[in-house]
């Protein structure tokens, strides 16, 4: 591993290399081969029948759902890459205790809900294989076997000099991992809500500071392990962020139908809304959906994502009081000339509070699920509906730095909304003038 990983420096360092020279150059054929394979070499390594290789991933245990989502995109463009060698099926790790999703009293634990629930698994798919934990589970057989764990860390050392350098060595663990080898020396752990059953049969920390694709030469040459699980897979970082790549994965992460026909019923129901007048038919097959012309016009509806809770301590530079964000909603429904706004939060009260005082001449609306769908698709499939409503109103303005604000841009960016009408964040009173607007990520094709 040592004498591997010293390779790996210099590797690392021709991959930032070519990161930059990708930035700057409309060269993506050149490079569609996997640098460290010459399409010669690769003929000979490995035979039409390589047996499938399964990824796994994990994500740290405190992160919410939407920055979950873009290591997804992340992880899904590593197996894309490594599909271009040999064959790596993307294992989509279930959703278990996320911090957020605090609802009691549901008639299920919010725990090893699979990806089906929330997104169109076959969607997915037409971007890289994938499968659900419980279906590689059942394709290893009875063993629940994961053969390798690398987890993922930081450098003890930090940033030398304070230059960001692409690299990963084997080193030591640094902090208290999840995992542990038990007296056979199976390694227990955190593997989604399944420990019971489940363990490793190899374990090793990375330090890594890089781009997903860094753990590419890892995963081809310095591990034979038919099922690898990369934890805190979220210190990996986007191959190129904002490009084709980028765009397609998150393409293929298409909600799950029965959420979006529970959102699209509201917006029928209580905002006149439906893709017809509003210019925002979605596809059945995303890879034909291309809007370029960002000709969706949208409902007769602002779309408010206003976060508050934590962020009201975590950001609390940034995020309005009620009454503030009331006084620019009340603008943006006079130039809109609009008379509804749906507001997404997570906060209640604080919707309430807008509907019964701040906001009383006007329609507030917020998605309250049946106690039905709350059963069945939990905080997180609320917090979908609330994500798909929003991203289909006229105009949408969003919290500051929240990805679940972030992640609704890019749903209008799908839908094809001109980019001002999507690009826009609340602001705190005091931030006056110096409030600026959130960065235009547009979608490439
Ligand atoms: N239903 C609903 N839930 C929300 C809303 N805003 C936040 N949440 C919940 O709170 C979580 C927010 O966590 P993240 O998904 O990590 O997004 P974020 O905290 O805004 O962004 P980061 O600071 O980057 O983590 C969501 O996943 C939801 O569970 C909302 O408008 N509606
Ligand atoms: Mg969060």
């Given at each position: 591993?040592?004498?591997?990983?010293?390779?790996?420096?210099?590797?690392?360092?021709?991959?930032?290399?070519?990161?930059?020279?990708?930035?700057?150059?409309?060269?993506?054929?050149?490079?569609?081969?996997?640098?460290?394979?010459?399409?010669?070499?690769?003929?000979?390594?490995?035979?039409?029948?390589?047996?499938?290789?399964?990824l796994?991933?994990?994500?740290?245990?405190?992160?919410?759902?939407?920055?979950?989502?873009?290591?997804?995109?992340?992880?899904?463009?590593?197996?894309?890459?490594?599909?271009?060698?040999e064959?790596?099926?993307?294992?989509?790790?279930?959703?278990?205790?996320?911090?957020?999703?605090?609802?009691?009293?549901?008639?299920?634990?919010?725990?090893?809900?699979?990806?089906?629930?929330?997104?169109?698994?076959?969607?997915?798919s037409?971007?890289?294989?994938?499968?659900?934990?419980?279906?590689?589970l059942?394709?290893?057989?009875?063993?629940?076997v994961?053969?390798?764990?690398?987890?993922?860390?930081?450098?003890?050392?930090?940033?030398?000099?304070?230059?960001?350098?692409?690299?990963?060595?084997?080193?030591e663990?640094?902090e208290?991992?999840?995992y542990?080898?038990?007296?056979?020396?199976?390694?227990?752990?955190?593997?989604?809500?399944?420990?019971?059953?489940?363990?490793?049969?190899?374990?090793?920390?990375?330090?890594?500071q890089?781009?997903?694709?860094?753990?590419?030469?890892?995963?081809l040459?310095?591990?034979?392990?038919?099922?690898?699980?990369?934890?805190?897979?979220?210190?990996?970082?986007h191959?190129?962020?904002?490009?084709?790549?980028?765009?397609?994965?998150?393409?293929?992460?298409?909600?799950?139908?029965?959420?979006?026909?529970?959102?699209?019923?509201?917006?029928?129901?209580?905002?006149?809304?439906?893709d017809?007048?509003?210019?925002?038919h979605?596809?059945?097959?995303?890879?034909?959906?291309?809007?370029?012309?960002?000709?969706a016009?949208?409902?007769?509806?602002?779309?408010?994502?206003?976060?508050?809770?934590?962020?009201?301590?975590?950001?609390?530079?940034?995020?309005?009081?009620?009454?503030?964000?009331?006084?620019?909603?009340?603008?943006l429904?006079?130039?809109?000339?609009?008379?509804?706004?749906?507001?997404?939060?997570?906060?209640?009260?604080?919707?309430?509070?807008?509907?019964?005082?701040?906001?009383?001449?006007?329609?507030v609306?917020n998605?309250?699920?049946?106690?039905?769908v709350?059963?069945?698709?939990?905080?997180?499939?609320?917090?979908?509906?609330?994500?798909?409503?929003?991203a289909?109103?006229r105009?949408?303005?969003?919290?500051?730095?929240?990805?679940?604000?972030?992640?609704?841009?890019?749903?209008?960016?799908?839908?094809?909304?001109?980019?001002?009408?999507?690009?826009?964040?609340?602001?705190?009173?005091?931030?006056?003038?110096?409030?600026?607007r959130?960065?235009?990520?547009?979608?490439?094709?």
């Amino acid at each position: 591993m040592a004498a591997y990983v010293a390779n790996l420096k210099t590797l690392g360092a021709l991959f930032a290399l070519l990161s930059v020279l990708l930035l700057f150059c409309d060269c993506h054929d050149q490079f569609d081969h996997d640098v460290f394979n010459p399409p010669g070499k690769q003929k000979v390594s490995f035979g039409a029948a390589k047996p499938n290789r399964y990824l796994l991933y994990d994500v740290n245990i405190g992160e919410g759902f939407n920055l979950r989502r873009d290591v997804h995109m992340r992880l899904a463009n590593l197996a894309k890459s490594l599909n271009k060698v040999e064959p790596w099926i993307l294992v989509l790790p279930p959703w278990s205790y996320l911090y957020h999703w605090q609802t009691e009293d549901l008639e299920n634990e919010q725990f090893r809900i699979p990806w089906s629930l929330f997104f169109d698994v076959p969607s997915l798919s037409k971007h890289v294989p994938v499968m659900e934990f419980v279906d590689f589970l059942a394709a290893t057989g009875s063993k629940n076997v994961i053969e390798q764990i690398y987890y993922l860390q930081h450098y003890k050392e930090g940033w030398e000099d304070g230059r960001f350098e692409e690299k990963i060595d084997a080193r030591e663990c640094i902090e208290r991992q999840r995992y542990e080898a038990d007296e056979e020396g199976k390694w227990r752990g955190w593997f989604f809500g399944y420990h019971e059953d489940v363990y490793a049969l190899r374990f090793e920390c990375l330090s890594v500071q890089g781009h997903a694709r860094i753990m590419e030469p890892i995963l081809l040459r310095n591990t034979t392990a038919s099922s690898v699980l990369i934890a805190r897979a979220e210190n990996l970082l986007h191959d190129i962020y904002g490009e084709r790549d980028y765009w397609e994965a998150r393409r293929s992460m298409v909600f799950s139908k029965n959420l979006r026909d529970i959102g699209d019923k509201f917006r029928a129901e209580f905002l006149n809304s439906t893709d017809d007048i509003d210019g925002t038919h979605f596809e059945d097959d995303w890879t034909k959906m291309v809007r370029k012309d960002r000709s969706a016009v949208g409902g007769p509806y602002i779309g408010v994502h206003l976060r508050r809770k934590d962020y009201l301590r975590a950001h609390k530079e940034h995020v309005p009081t009620l009454k503030h964000a009331a006084k620019q909603i009340k603008q943006l429904l006079k130039k809109y000339k609009l008379e509804k706004v749906f507001v997404a939060s997570d906060d209640v009260a604080g919707v309430d509070k807008l509907r019964t005082k701040f906001l009383k001449n006007y329609q507030v609306y917020n998605f309250v699920p049946s106690k039905e769908v709350l059963n069945k698709y939990m905080d997180g499939g609320v917090a979908i509906v609330d994500q798909w409503i929003c991203a289909h109103a006229r105009y949408f303005i969003g919290t500051h730095l929240s990805t679940f604000s972030f992640r609704i841009q890019e749903e209008r960016e799908i839908l094809g909304f001109p980019t001002k009408t999507t690009f826009n964040r609340l602001c705190k009173e005091e931030e006056g003038k110096d409030c600026e607007r959130p960065s235009k990520w547009t979608i490439v094709y």
